[in-house]
């Protein structure tokens, strides 16, 4: 199994959105996690196409995209062309999850499928065959700059779990909260792909990065 850093650039100095991106390159972060809200799954609004299609070769990094959107099989074509390399829905904004994970299936991407902290765990083992990624938000959707909900914890453990009696090698992210303080915690309990917002890009961006991955890198 791969232990994955994933900066969020929803936290990051868009003035030197290109400089502060290469920094965690620099430092062996293999995913730059993009989230796009739409201010209706989400009270918040941030960014969308315009914006990962301007960084797209601007970086070797996997274009993590994390859609807080209603209904987002509509924009799964789009996303692609601006280039996504992993797509996560929220099980929460679709009519048709399945329909929606073979629409990004068959766009050629990874696909993830992503819980809110409301939602019960069990709700996701129906889709665990359909995706390649399980996203466990720690915090409510919507904002950066929460803090980490411990409940969360026992859900990467259910997640891992169910993922298991199914035989499957999941990659199991976790987003919201994250921080030095707390990492170790949530890799114990499951977890391989780190999101990490503030705590990579509220100070120095490459030296952050760098103390976050030689624990990630620990967990290999």
Do not use: W
């Amino acid at each position: 199994m791969e232990y994955i850093l994933a900066p969020s650039i929803l936290s990051a100095d868009f003035k030197n959105l290109g400089s502060e991106m290469k920094k965690t390159e620099e430092e062996g972060a293999r995913y730059l996690h993009f989230d796009v809200m739409d201010g209706m799954f989400v009270p918040n609004i941030s960014f969308g196409i315009p914006v990962l299609a301007s960084i797209q070769g601007a970086t070797g990094q996997v274009m993590d995209v994390h859609l807080m959107i209603r209904e987002p099989i509509r924009y799964v074509e789009d996303f692609r062309k601006a280039g996504a390399d992993i797509i996560t829905i929220h099980l929460e904004a679709c009519q048709d999850v399945h329909a929606t994970l073979r629409a990004v299936r068959e766009a050629g991407l990874r696909a993830g499928l992503s819980i809110c902290p409301e939602t019960d765990v069990e709700k996701l083992a129906p889709y665990l065959r359909e995706i390649d990624m399980a996203l466990i938000m720690s915090v409510h959707p919507g904002f950066g700059g929460q803090s980490f909900l411990p409940g969360t914890l026992e859900k990467i453990r259910r997640t891992r779990e169910m993922a298991q009696e199914q035989g499957l090698d999941l990659d199991i992210q976790v987003d919201g909260g994250i921080s030095m303080s707390n990492i170790r915690q949530v890799l114990d309990a499951g977890a391989n792909v780190i999101v990490v917002g503030s705590g990579v890009f509220k100070g120095d961006a490459k030296e952050n990065t760098k103390a976050l991955m030689e624990i990630v890198k620990s967990y290999e």
